[in-house]
């Protein structure tokens, strides 16, 4: 399976978009966005109640989405979400390409009907 993040990507897509037999590739474009909450919209609901105690309630959330971009780095949020590698998006069909061929083997091997020992009835 192959996740190619180009765009947004929030809470639990980004951490179900994995194949569980470890036959994935994970890549992302520099525009790519993800995390557990989107700062516009997040930020109101896991921010309410510091926003509704401030005197200006408009300034402050305005701040905090302030705050939290200046801290947001995708590389981390990339490691977090294993993200394999942040590529320049007119690299991507050469990264699929080599990523298809190095799994021919492995897909023959771990796809399909399975030989089983023993004799038939």
Known sequence: MVTLVIRKCYGMAGMAATDKKGLG???A???AE???LPIEGG???AFRREIEQATDPALREREIE???RAT??????????????????????AYLC???EAMQLRL??????????????
């Open 43 to 45: 930020v109101a609901a």
């Open 66 to 68: 302030a705050e939290l």
């Open 72 to 93: 947001a780095s995708p590389f981390r949020t990339a490691e977090a979400f294993g993200v394999e590698d942040i590529i320049d998006p007119r690299d991507t069909r």
């Open 98 to 100: 080599r990523f298809i």
């Open 25 to 27: 590739l994970k890549l």
């Open 29 to 31: 474009w520099p525009s």
């Open 108 to 121: 023959r091997t771990t796809l399909g009907p399975k030989a089983k020992a023993g004799y038939r009835p």
């Open 34 to 36: 993800w995390g557990s």
